[in-house]
Each structure stands twice: as structure tokens, then as C-alpha cells.
């Protein structure tokens, strides 16, 4: 129900642009966010949005990462600037009325 866009490959310092597009219209009632798993790491939270667009941000990636939301496209979307290695992981989008819906993930590879 969740199908996320946006990943690729960039240099330290750059930026990328992330989509995650629920499929299902009911989704935009509940809050969305942005986790990110890498290789041989807990998969973390990145970023959260209210339905009233109150963003929460991981101290990681504050002033660097930008979460929004369309409601009525029922998309979310993780601006993403500043770009570090460390920020090379798989991106997740999550949402639902338990939060427990899931995307199937998009690789952001960050290179130095």
C-alpha cells in the first residue's frame, strides 16, 4: 500500500528527494514517516509528519532533512540535503492507523 521513489546514488554534500505514495486514500487520516535501515544496523526513524503537518525530526539528520506530506495526493516526501555517507541506508516510508504499514524500501547511497 505504501510505494516509495526517489533513491539513487550521490556524492557527500548533495541532495536527493524521496516520495513515498500510499495507495490507499484512507492512509492520509494517520501520521507518515521515514526510517532508514543500514547493512547491519536496527532499522531507525528518520522523520515523522502529523495529519496537521507537525514534523519530528532524528537528531541525525535535523536541519539537513525536510519531511511533507500532500493529503490529497496521499504522499509523503523526505527532502533531503547535506548528504553524508552515513546517510547511505535503505529508506522506508511507514503509516497506517497502527503504523504498520509499510513501503518496500529505496536504497540512498552516499558517497565520499
Known amino acids: 500500500q505504501l510505494v516509495e521513489s526517489g533513491g539513487g546514488l550521490v556524492q557527500s554534500g548533495g541532495s536527493l528527494n524521496l516520495t513515498c505514495t500510499a495507495t490507499?486514500?484512507?492512509?492520509?487520516?494517520?501520521?507518515m514517516g521515514w526510517f532508514r535501515q543500514a547493512p547491519g544496523k536496527e532499522r531507525e526513524m528518520v522523520a515523522t509528519?502529523?495529519?496537521?503537518?507537525?514534523?519530528w525530526y532524528a537528531d541525525s539528520v535535523k536541519g539537513r532533512f525536510t519531511i511533507s506530506r500532500d493529503n490529497d495526493k496521499v504522499q509523503i516526501y523526505l527532502h533531503m540535503t547535506n548528504l553524508k555517507p552515513d546517510d547511505t541506508a535503505v529508506y522506508f516510508c511507514?503509516?497506517?492507523?497502527?503504523?504498520?504499514?509499510w513501503g518496500q524500501g529505496t536504497q540512498v547511497t552516499v558517497s565520499s
Open positions: 511507514r503509516g497506517g492507523r497502527f503504523q504498520k504499514d
Open positions: 490507499n486514500r484512507g492512509l492520509r487520516a494517520y501520521p
Open positions: 509528519i502529523t495529519t496537521l503537518h507537525t514534523p
